[in-house]
């Protein structure tokens, strides 16, 4: 059986030890993507009730103020010009 080359087993040693430094450099990677994308989505659900939030508030205030809905139907609108 032939001996086992020196430099082989070093060069055996540095690739595991590089791949390990690449494997860690991946998960810290995964950890803040998944991190920033928490964020993110909490950020939008806030968004989204606060503009819940203020469109319930903007439909209170027409109600207060008797404006009628927004999508008025073509004859009602033909009605408010006086033809």
Known sequence: MAETDPKSVQDLTNVVSRDREVQTLLQQMQDKFQTMSDQI?????????????????????????????IEATPEKAKEGQGS
Not at 54 to 59: G, P, S, T, V
């Open 41 to 69: 989505i909490g950020r939008i659900d806030e968004m989204s009730t606060r503009i819940d939030d203020l469109e319930k508030n903007i439909a209170d205030l027409m109600t207060q103020a008797g404006v009628e809905e």
